[in-house]
């Protein structure tokens, strides 16, 4: 019997061990599986919390469905009746600009314009910002194929305005991260590819949006999704379907990998609390600072490298309150607020408008995200602090001067990979030096989102199965 370990039980992780139990079922290999976790619970960031009727999330709230590897699991897992899109009646998005929430022009598309009235009317962008995002359309195309940053890169083609006001805040948000060291190919390669293609930011999303239009139902005949799906109970469900399913993994929680050793053409695990497991492959699907210390005596030079990854802490603060004498309309999905701004905040999402099933008839819920590379000190705030902190930001911003009924505060220490400029070339050097039967895979390596970290836990479990003697 041939024996695999999993290190790790975010949701990478538990991709792994069900696709490696899947197809080990599948192809009548005869291998043991086990799941190491240090915390006493599954999922990682992937945190719901139930309260009062809420449904919050401390993580991710969704995940985008242009990615099908969430999408495919949820459905594979019997969880299809219980997805849910974004009430898109109310998608707007709000740019706090000069104190003021504006609304962001209908029409753009990962930031471009791609109709022309909206934009032009708009009052988020100046006219000199306005000209100067248009001049996309008659700048030549980037011949270097090299990797360059979000900022450098939305620079040139659309102008310094379009990067502080619309770039950093929504799509540096999105990772959490600088835009100035922001890697462009590990990120959004979409861009990459419509310059190369049309030579125009413009023209390409212009097209995009055409041919979306084309295909107002999916293929299979299944109603459109959002570009954004959940699950009614929240994320929890996909966990909980995931965890059930791993009837023939030995889980085990609340437990570290304390250390990896080399055992000949194998590995032994030494976990905190004195057990053994022996291994003939391996995944870690930890942080990536954590896979360093457990390679650091089998592989240092893999071990600097995944030392060098940079995290960065962020905390999110969720408030319920009574719909009665809730002095704003929350007309659209939340604001993101550019550097500029002076305000503790990175942005709030207004959640019950965006998903209407997270509060019950007659209450409101908000979600504010704090920390991030330039204000990590506010993380470690106390929760009556980070909740006081929270209101008084949206008392400055959106008027609002109620109480709240419930307050929920999740941290997020170390839980943010940065992929600075040049990180693809990184990770593929990195899996080049994994020792035999050892891999990578979660949210330090080749995406962050839920789609991304399962789709690595997949390639992983087919790796490790094919290293075992059992490829499909």
Not at 114 to 137: A, E, H, N, Q, Y
Not at 175 to 180: G, S
Not at 336 to 363: D, H, M, N, Y
Request: net charge negative; glycine share 10%.
């Amino acid at each position: 019997m041939k024996r695999l370990v999993v290190v790790g039980g975010g949701i990478a992780g538990l991709a792994t061990a069900y696709t490696a139990q899947k197809l080990a079922r599948e192809q009548g290999a005869d291998v043991a599986i086990a799941l190491v976790e240090r915390d006493d619970r599954l999922g990682g960031k992937v945190s719901t919390d139930l309260t009062d009727g809420f449904v919050i999330e401390g993580g991710p709230d969704s995940f985008i469905t242009q990615k099908p590897w969430a999408l495919q699991l949820c459905r594979e897992l019997g969880l299809e009746d219980r997805l849910i899109g974004t009430n898109d009646a109310q998608r707007t998005t709000f740019v706090l600009r000069k104190g003021k929430l504006r609304k962001m022009p209908d029409g753009l598309m990962m930031i471009v314009p791609t109709r022309f009235m909206p934009f032009v009317t708009s009052d988020l962008i100046s006219w000199p910002g306005k000209l100067r995002m248009g001049m996309d359309l008659f700048l030549p195309r980037r011949t270097d194929d090299g990797d360059e940053s979000l900022a450098h890169f939305i620079r040139r083609r659309l102008g310094n305005e379009a990067l502080d006001v619309l770039a950093e805040p929504l799509m540096g948000g999105i990772h959490v991260a600088d835009a100035e060291i922001l890697s462009l190919q590990a990120t959004f390669p979409r861009f990459i590819d419509t310059e190369r293609k049309y030579g125009s930011l413009t023209r390409g999303m212009i097209a995009a949006r055409k041919a979306a239009q084309a295909h107002a139902t999916n293929g299979n005949g299944r109603p459109k999704l959002s570009m954004f799906t959940t699950l009614r109970g929240g994320l929890r469900e996909l966990v909980d379907a995931i965890a059930a399913a791993l009837d023939g993994v030995e889980v085990l929680t609340g437990c570290a990998v304390a250390a990896l050793d080399c055992d000949g053409d194998g590995y032994t695990l030494r976990l905190d609390d004195g057990r053994t497991l022996a291994a003939d492959a391996v995944v870690l699907a930890a942080p990536a600072y954590a896979s360093a210390a457990l390679l650091r005596s089998v592989q240092p030079e893999l071990a600097d490298m995944l030392d060098a990854v940079k995290y960065v802490s962020t905390a999110t603060v969720s408030l319920g309150f009574d719909a009665d004498g809730f002095e704003h309309p929350l007309d659209g999905f939340g604001f993101v607020i550019p550097r500029q701004e002076p305000t503790r905040l990175l942005a709030c999402t207004w959640t019950s408008t965006k998903f209407p099933q997270r509060a019950a008839p007659g209450t409101v819920l908000l979600r504010a995200f704090i920390g991030g590379p330039r204000r990590e000190d506010l993380v470690d705030l106390d929760d009556e602090a980070l909740v006081r902190l929270v209101r008084d930001e949206l008392r400055t911003i959106m008027g609002i001067h109620a109480a709240p009924t419930v307050a929920r505060v999740f941290r997020w220490h170390r839980a943010n990979p940065q992929y600075e400029v040049g990180h693809l070339e990184r990770v593929d050097q990195m899996d080049a030096l994994c020792p035999p039967g050892v891999l990578l895979a979660g949210s330090a390596y080749r995406g962050v989102g839920l789609p991304d970290c399962i789709h690595q836990g997949q390639q992983a479990a087919r790796a490790a199965l094919g290293y075992l003697g059992f490829g499909e």
